[in-house]
C-alpha cells in the first residue's frame, strides 16, 4: 500500500498533525491542564487580597483550590480509565442521587447572594446542581443508547430524558437559581438535537424557557433589575451595575497585554466575586486581550476535540456523552463570559476550570476525564499507545 503523501507548508503540517490517531486525546489532555493551571494562577492572583482581609493570610483560598486540585485530578484519571459499561451502570443510581440533592436543596438549602442552591453537609457545603449537570448528561446518554434504533419515534425520543430533566430544572428554578437553570435547558437542547428532534421542538422549548426566565425576574426585585440593567451597567452604578461595571473596568484597563499578574486594581474591594463568577474580569485586567483569547481559545479546542470524539465513535453512548460535556463545558463559558462582558445579565455560573470551587471543578475534572478516556479508546489512538508502550519497554530493556 503506498503512504499518502505528506503535504506541504504550515496548514499542510496543521492537517498531518489533526490527522494523527493521538492529536484528539493530546488535545483534551494539554487544553485541560493548561486551564487549571491558569486557573490556580488566576485564583492566588484575585484571592489573595480578600483572604487576606479575612483571615491574615493571602494564601487560604488558593490552598483550598489545591486541595480540590487534588482530589479532582485522581477523579479525571480513574474516569478515563474506567469502562463504558461500568460508567452506564452509575447512570440512574447518579441521577437518582442528583434529584434527591437538588430536593434538599430546594426544600433546606442555604441561600447565597438570592439563590438557594447550596447544601450543607455537616461542616461541608455542596452545590448539588454542579454534581447534577454530569449526572445528568450520563443518564441522558446511556437512555438514548439503549434506544438508537427507536430514537424515529417521538415518544420515545421525549420520555423519560425530556420529563426527568425538566424535574431536575424545576427543582433548581424553586432555588432561583437562573443560570444552572439556563445550563440544564442547554443541556436538553443540545441532547434533542443530537437525536434528531423536530424543529417544532425546540420553538418550544425556547418559548417555555423564556416564560420560566422572566417569570423568576418578575418574583425577585435584584433579579429583574440586573436583566433590565445588565446592556448598560453604569444605569445603575451604585446598585446592580457595580459589580459588571467594575468588570468592564479591569477589562479596558488590561489592554492587549495586561498589568501583568497580581497587579489588578479592581479585586482590592471594587470586583465582587472576584475569585468565583468574575475571575475572567481579573484574567483580562491582568493578563489582558492575549490572557482572555487563550482561555476562550482552550475552551473551543476542548469543544472541537469532544466533537471529534463524538463524530468518530461508534458507541452510541460516548457520542451522546461527549457531546453533551461539550455543550455543557462551552455554554457555561459562553454565559461567564457573556456575564463578565455585559452581554448577559449577572445569573452567578462560574468558569469552568478556572474560578475557585470544589462543587464545580470535581465535576468538571471527572467529565474531562470521561472525554480524554473515550478518546484514548478509540481503536487507532489504543493501537498507537500500545506500540508506543512496546517501544518504550524495548528501549528500557536494550539500555540494561
Known amino acids: 500500500m503506498t503512504?499518502?503523501?505528506r503535504r506541504t507548508g504550515w496548514l499542510g503540517a496543521v492537517q498531518d498533525a489533526l490527522g494523527r490517531p493521538l492529536t484528539t486525546y493530546y488535545l483534551l489532555l494539554g487544553a485541560t491542564a493548561l486551564l487549571l493551571t491558569i486557573?490556580?494562577?488566576m485564583v492566588l492572583s484575585a484571592s489573595s487580597v480578600a483572604s487576606f482581609r479575612q483571615t491574615g493570610d493571602s494564601y487560604t483560598v488558593v490552598r483550598r483550590q489545591?486541595?480540590?486540585v487534588a482530589l479532582g485530578v485522581p477523579c479525571a484519571f480513574i474516569a478515563s480509565?474506567?469502562?463504558?459499561?461500568?460508567?452506564?451502570?452509575?447512570s440512574y443510581p447518579a441521577f437518582t442521587l442528583s434529584l434527591i440533592l437538588l430536593g434538599l436543596t430546594a426544600?433546606?438549602?442555604?441561600?447565597?447572594?438570592?439563590?438557594?442552591?447550596?447544601?450543607?453537609?455537616?461542616?461541608?457545603q455542596i452545590q448539588p446542581s454542579e454534581i447534577a449537570k454530569l449526572s445528568l448528561v450520563i443518564w441522558a446518554a446511556h437512555i438514548y443508547a439503549n434506544k438508537e434504533r427507536r430514537l424515529a419515534n417521538l415518544h420515545q425520543m421525549l420520555v423519560p430524558v425530556v420529563p426527568g430533566m425538566v424535574l431536575a430544572t424545576g427543582l433548581v428554578v424553586i432555588g432561583r437559581d437562573l443560570g444552572t437553570a439556563l445550563v440544564f435547558f442547554a443541556l436538553l437542547v443540545a441532547m434533542l438535537w443530537v437525536v434528531g428532534a423536530p424543529g417544532r421542538l425546540f420553538v418550544l422549548?425556547?418559548?417555555?424557557?423564556?416564560?420560566?426566565?422572566?417569570?423568576?425576574?418578575a418574583t425577585s426585585s435584584v433579579r429583574a433589575a440586573r436583566l433590565a440593567n445588565f446592556v448598560d451597567p453604569f444605569k445603575d452604578y451604585h446598585g446592580t451595575g457595580w459589580q459588571p461595571a467594575h468588570g468592564l473596568y479591569a477589562l479596558s484597563s488590561g489592554g492587549v497585554f495586561g498589568e501583568g499578574i497580581g497587579a489588578s486594581q479592581q479585586k482590592w474591594g471594587q470586583l465582587?466575586?472576584?475569585h468565583t463568577d468574575f475571575i475572567f474580569a481579573v484574567l483580562g485586567e491582568e493578563l489582558g486581550l492575549v490572557g482572555t483569547l487563550l482561555v476562550v481559545g482552550l475552551f473551543l479546542v476542548i469543544a472541537y476535540a469532544g466533537i471529534r470524539v463524538a463524530r468518530e465513535t461508534k458507541d452510541p453512548f460516548v457520542r451522546y456523552c461527549s457531546f453533551g460535556i461539550v455543550v455543557w463545558l462551552l455554554g457555561q463559558m459562553i454565559i461567564n463570559v457573556g456575564m463578565v462582558l455585559a452581554l448577559l445579565p449577572v445569573i452567578g455560573i462560574p468558569l469552568p476550570l478556572v474560578s475557585y470551587g470544589g462543587s464545580s471543578l470535581l465535576p468538571t475534572l471527572a467529565a474531562l476525564g470521561l472525554v480524554i478516556g473515550f478518546?484514548?479508546?478509540?481503536?487507532?489512538?489504543?493501537?498507537?499507545?500500545?506500540q508506543r508502550r512496546r517501544a518504550s519497554s524495548a528501549g528500557l530493556s536494550a539500555r540494561r
Not at 447550596?118 to 461541608?124: D, E, I, N, S, T
Open 3 to 5: 503512504p499518502a503523501p
Open 39 to 41: 486557573g490556580l494562577i
Open 66 to 68: 489545591l486541595m480540590w
Open 81 to 90: 480509565r474506567v469502562s463504558v459499561r461500568w460508567v452506564r451502570g452509575l
Open 107 to 124: 426544600a433546606i438549602g442555604v441561600e447565597v447572594g438570592g439563590n438557594t442552591n447550596w447544601l450543607a453537609l455537616g461542616p461541608v
Open 205 to 217: 422549548a425556547l418559548m417555555s424557557v423564556s416564560a420560566v426566565a422572566l417569570a423568576m425576574a
Open 272 to 274: 465582587p466575586e472576584a
Open 375 to 386: 478518546a484514548r479508546r478509540e481503536p487507532a489512538a489504543a493501537r498507537a499507545l500500545k
